[in-house]
């Protein structure tokens, strides 16, 4: 019975892990930064902060918008391989 559980609880680990990839913030390049390509939240125009600023492509609101034209290549998380 503990082995069905663990292969359920694994494989819902593993499912919230792709989704929050999928539809998660995604970093990009952009005129030598990164940025944060996120709908919900946006960085205010002039962030001073040293991070991966959040944008967005259009927006109402006053925050940090940028032109989708102008991103660069796709940044993928490293993953992490721990030593035994």
Not at 28 to 49: F, H, I, L, T
Not at 54 to 59: A, D, T
Request: hydrophobic fraction near 35%; charged fraction near 25%.
């Amino acid at each position: 019975m503990n082995f069905n559980i663990d292969w359920a609880g694994i494989a819902f680990v593993l499912l919230i892990g792709y989704i929050d990839d999928f539809i998660g913030p995604q970093l990009y390049e952009y005129e030598d930064k990164v940025v944060n390509v996120y709908k919900k939240y946006q960085c205010p125009k002039n962030c001073g902060a040293i991070h991966p600023h959040y944008v967005y492509f259009n927006s109402h609101t006053n925050g940090m918008v940028i032109d989708k034209s102008l991103l660069g290549k796709k940044i993928k998380k490293k993953k992490s391989r721990r030593k035994k």
